[in-house]
């Protein structure tokens, strides 16, 4: 038995000094000198090594982690001296890993146990087990592990800077960039920067799902990437361990990213990666990788190659991010906009995401979750997502069915991954099976429901001729849409593979099966429990994992209370073994299983016959651990000695007499006694031999599905990207129907209309609070409007709302959700870009204004007339006169050079004082005249009181009606009263700015 070394401290498992210690004299054991040599290889990583039931960490990493992961630390004794060391049950590795890997952001090494041979046991000094370095796991090459987020992709990421391998010799104190590190942040925006606007390449991945993508892109638009993809990890060339000073390594910790180095490897060309996909590069998509995206692929491959330590592993072809269109969402307005997360306290709910997020499967939830953060710039891609939605709120039957169904499946791209990286068991095949069944259903259920292909084809034909134009192909029609996705799914293989897993696969044996792991997991937990007891902590005992006391419980209730058979030990010695196959998986299974009958059989005779020749009622046929096939006699049996045993049986014939010779007492007790007959001893070898043929048979079978599974990888992994298609579908019509959302018209036109626009989460926190959301509506770039609108008004009127709930109205629509709006139609948007809200960096030498000129700067710079930019109070953080003339001079820009669509609000009216000036109003007409003017209000009572006008109206409104706002926020009255005696006389005297006159005839200095 192995001794608990974890959270009881105990003595290290007793083979460590016994059985493989023999060889090493003064030095450490041997077990402890491959941990030692483990960690020397592995030096940047965590050691787990598996000795028996246990994980252990040795020496250092004992004292270190030890305590973080709450395990006692013991010094184990050696002829070397003393060694510290920690451990926990192998059961609990998920636990202990997300602990490191999750929240400390370690890698952990993991040494599994290798039997020895017997040429590496001479070697070893006797070792029975060689530990390997079986897996390196890191925050970012994650498979499979309990504790991952199923919401969220889980990528790792490589970055190519070209020319970092040539300065490789240049050594860490001629960085390139040194000498500009400390203004990095103007080089971000800075188109002329070398270094910014040099090409560099990405490629990232996600090992859960195989997902595999590349794109070029610079170094300024790097932080923009980074907050779309939100890799976990991110590799570098370990050339760039030394350039401490280089650009890219203040960008990159700025934001937190978790930094790896590694070799660039030997995957320097597309063809070296092939092995690594399911499937070839497309020769006409081959072409177009850039040089820094192949380097970065070969990186990325070669880094996640040596994490697997051979493990091998199909990905999807990569696919190229610029072959995408997708719209722009810059790292600030994914942020500010809390597209997933909110700004104050960077949590889900309150996000866009919380407020749409519907679907009913995790496959679904990460795709919307990349949909949102690259929402599609393509008329076609919106136009089809918004006909499937559409033909789900029509068809609400349709809709709960597919749900239903879609709530059956499971998360596919993971469970196939996972067969691809050669893991995966046969609950995993059941899963999948019932996964390819549910595709199947659903494909019967649009099938049903698609009109007769006839008419389909007809009423296309008609549509076209009567709008005078060929069939459209562009704009798929209602009835295309679902059998576009049925198209999509293949099932003709995955439905054989499907098939051939239900027969062969057992579930009754598979839940008799988890049963026992159980009962044992559950013994194991007791053992620890009963051990903490007595020698350890509360906190020990709070560390077992949740359920142990009842499973240990339920073991102990067995244990005692029941039939002794329902013990483990008992339950693989006797006749009632789980199969995991069924007899039928394969014809040698078939074989095997009737041989195994016969044998049963013939067990059942021998006992009858054993009975009566040995005079014995009580006898049974038994095998344990220790004494192998044993008869087991007991009551009057038992005490009758073996002699008169013999004697009863042999009172006849020679043959018995020698029979009786060959019984031997093997162990007895007052009730019982045990001995050998050689029978049974040869019955039961055959029914071991076979019981150990129908284990590798399973074994072969098993291996077999796996690999069909391998076979059908492409087609299961389009499948669920249909499913995950349909998910979202589903729960944007769900959604559209529980919220009123309309579908928004979309086109190529430069022109904003939204009527009656809602905030999609302010509406839901009002209506908790029993209010209702004054609707407004948005017409930039519509005829007869201003391109850019300028709002003015009081503070709390609802400015920033609308600002914001018109970016996310767009970037909603063209996700292909329905819009919180009576009415829209929206030109696409290539980008959006907001400047909102106030955020110092101090650390990074950035002051509260630095940071806005920074992100109106990167703003300024980039829109496009494609793009719709916010802007919120530009210019707060300085004087009102440097920030008003700041503020004018970003609308003037936006107008005149960037000529995107636009909202623009502020408090400084001086603004709108300029823009009249310089006759940029609508009204003004002209190529300039694109500004128009709105306005919130506040409405006042004759009693004193007042209500927030959250209506825009034409114009501008020069108050702010901020002591209004400081009297709600409880500022002290005496301060309200010197404040309005401030602006008072500050009215009075048209003081322009001078403090010290307003403050003189308010009478206060
Ligand atoms: N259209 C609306 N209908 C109802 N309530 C609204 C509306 N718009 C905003 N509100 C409410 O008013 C609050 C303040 O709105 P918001 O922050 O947009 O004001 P603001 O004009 O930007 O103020 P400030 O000038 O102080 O930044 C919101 O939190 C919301 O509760
Ligand atoms: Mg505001």
Partial sequence: MVVLSGPAAAAPPPHVLQDEDAAAAPAYPTVVLQARGNMQKFDNCVLLTRVGGFYELYFEQADEYGPLLNLKVAQKKTNAGAVSMAGFPFFQLDRFLKILVQDLNRHVAIAEEFPNDASEKVKSGGLLHDRKVARIVTPGTLIDENFMDPYANNYVMAIHLPGVELSNDAGAGAAPGSQKAHHHELDDVHPDGDESSAQIGLAWLDLSTGYFYTQPTTLSALPSVLSRVAPREIVLDEVLESHRNHEILSILTDEKHLLTYSPPGELLQLSHWEPMLEAEIPPATAGSFTDNEVKAGGLLLHYVKDRLRGLSMKLQPPVRHESMQVMNIDKNSMRSLEIKQTIRDNVFRGSLLHAVRRTVTKGGARLLNEWLSSPSTSLEVINFRQELVARFIQNPDLRDAIIVLLRRSHDCQRLVQRFALNRGDPDDLLRLASTIRASNDIVALLSSSLPSPSKTKAKAKAKAKANGEAPASTIPSEEDCLSTMINRISLKQPLKLAQRIQDAIDEEGLVHQHELEDSQAGEMIALAQSVVKTEGTEDDGLLLPKGATAKAAAVAGTSTTKRKSASIRDYYGEDNEVWIMKPGASPDLTRLHSELAHHFQEKVQLTETLRARLNAASLTLKWTPGLGHICHVKGKDARRSPEETNDAAAATTEAAAAEAMAFKTLSSSRTTRAFHHPEWTILGERLDKVRFQIRAEEQRVFAALREQVVRNLVKLRRNASVLDELDIATSFAR???????????????????????????????????????????????????????????????????????????????????????????????????????????????????????????AILRQATQRSF??????????????????AFASLHHLVHVNKCRGLFATHFHAVADLVSEQRMRLEDGGAAGAVEMYCTDVEEDEHGGFVYVHKLRKGTNRKSHALKVARLAGLPESAIRIAQQVLESSEGVESRGSGQQALESAGIV
């Fill in 735 to 857: 959604l559209a129907v529980e919220q009123g959302l309309t579908r928004p018209t979309l086109n190529n036109t430069q022109q904003t209309v939204i009527v009656g626009g809602r905030h999609p989460t302010v509406e839901g926190g009002l209506a908790e609070q029993g209010r209702t959301f004054q609707r407004n509506d948005c017409l930039v770039g519509a005829p007869g409007h201003g391109r850019l609108w300028l709002i003015t008004g009081p503070n709390m009127a609802g400015k920033s709302t609308f600002l914001r709930q018109n970016a996310l109205t767009t970037i909603l629509a063209q996700i292909g959700c329905y819009v919180p709006a009576d009415y829209a139609e929206l030109g696409i948007v290539d980008a959006i870009f907001s400047r909102v809200g106030s955020a110092d960096n101090l650390y990074h030498d950035q002051s509260t204004f630095m940071v806005e000129m920074l992100e109106t700067a």
């Fill in 869 to 886: 930019v916010i802007m919120d109070e530009i210019g707060r953080g300085t004087t009102p006169e440097d920030g008003a003339a700041v």
